[in-house]
């Protein structure tokens, strides 16, 4: 199982995600023990140097929210470290997948968040495959889309579907417990799901510390997002290598 670090940019700078809120978001330095910074690359070689891990999970919120974007960032991010890249840049069409590959990331994100048609997975899915991974977003369990098609769908029908696209993996988060560090909110999904489909399941949303990993290592989960554990430091560099070395 891997652990991804996620890095969320907004205005050029990192910032601590809590619960969705994004107009109460503050630069990370100012909860972290991890980082004395908020800038994009000295977090992302502290996840890769100070913890040894090896992939990022970015949300560029100025791209989400179509308020601008933070690509030249995240290209520094590949130019500058060896970490593998997942990004959500708001990509709801085919022609916005393609250029966000432009930018050296190994995978694009599909947030049902800002999809605003259903069919679109399926059309980029065509094009991309297994460069693809699609997130299902959750608030307070509902999946949270502009699709009122998707809003209608319940998450493991949605995840069944998505599992015959030949997608690269599928996310589920619980937008509500990002941040909050209130422990692992969507257990029952995925110990329902896990068993149903091939595609790998990501899950993130609430991670408080490294007992969390482990219950959800054996729930079968692929990957796991965690920030706010990170920068506090309830989940440590020593816990990590513990883990890591009982795999």
């Given at each position: 199982m891997r652990i991804i670090p996620v890095v969320d940019l907004k205005d050029g700078q990192v910032v601590h995600a809590v619960r969705g809120e994004r107009q109460k978001y503050k630069p990370i330095h100012s909860i972290s023990v991890l980082c004395?910074?908020?800038?994009?690359?000295?977090?992302?070689?502290?996840?890769?140097?100070?913890?040894?891990?090896?992939?990022?999970y970015i949300a560029d919120l100025d791209a989400i929210t179509s308020k601008g974007n933070n690509f030249e960032k995240i290209l520094e991010i590949k130019e500058k470290t060896n970490l593998s890249t997942m990004v959500d840049a708001g990509v709801n069409s085919?022609?916005?997948?393609?250029?966000?590959?432009?930018?050296?990331?190994?995978?694009?994100?599909?947030?049902?968040?800002?999809?605003?048609?259903?069919?679109?997975?399926?059309?980029?899915?065509?094009?991309?495959?297994?460069?693809?991974?699609?997130?299902?977003?959750?608030?307070?369990?509902?999946?949270?889309?502009?699709?009122?098609?998707?809003?209608k769908t319940d998450v493991i029908s949605l995840a069944v579907s998505l599992d015959m696209l030949g997608i690269g993996e599928i996310i589920i988060l619980e937008l509500s417990w990002v941040g909050s560090q209130k422990g692992i909110h969507s257990k029952r999904i995925l110990q329902k799901l896990i068993p149903q489909i091939n595609t790998p399941i990501i899950t993130g949303g609430g991670i408080k510390d490294i007992n969390d990993i482990y219950e959800l290592k054996r729930l079968d989960v692929s990957g796991i997002l965690v920030a706010t554990a990170l920068h506090k430091g309830n989940i440590i560099k020593k816990d990590l290598e513990s883990f890591f070395s009982k795999r």
């Open positions: 004395n910074s908020s800038h994009p690359i000295d977090v992302a070689k502290a996840y890769e140097q100070e913890l040894d891990l090896e992939e990022l085919l022609q916005k997948a393609f250029e966000i590959l432009k930018f050296k990331v190994d995978k694009i994100i599909i947030a049902t968040e800002t999809l605003t048609k259903s069919e679109t997975i399926e059309k980029i899915a065509e094009a991309i495959g297994k460069k693809i991974v699609v997130s299902i977003d959750l608030k307070n369990g509902k999946i949270l889309s502009k699709s009122p098609e998707l809003r």
